[in-house]
């Protein structure tokens, strides 16, 4: 008389092995999936340094332009536009 929910010990062996083999195999799709991202963040890295490289290098100035000193003549030009404030 044995009971259906006990099992035989050959029986729970294998089981036990085939939920081994399944989180094995879970275990070494996760750490594939892993290198992969790692290798396609590296490559992100490599490229976002490589921009900032050129940008810095470039030339491109995030400069304000300063304003010159106004010339005797351009002040003169703008007394007789009347572009002169009264103070």
Do not use: C, W
Request: a negative charge; aromatic letters at 2%.
């Amino acid at each position: 008389m044995t009971n259906e929910t006990e099992k035989e010990p050959e029986q729970e062996r294998e089981e036990d092995e085939e939920k081994t083999f399944s989180v094995i195999e879970e275990t070494k799709k996760a750490t594939a999936d892993l290198r992969a991202a790692t290798k396609e963040r590296l490559a992100l890295v490599k490229r976002e340094e490589r921009l900032h490289v050129e940008k810095s290098l470039g030339g491109h100035a995030n400069v304000t332009p300063q304003k010159l000193e106004e010339t005797p003549k351009e002040y003169a030009d703008r007394v007789m536009r009347g572009d002169v404030d009264g103070s």
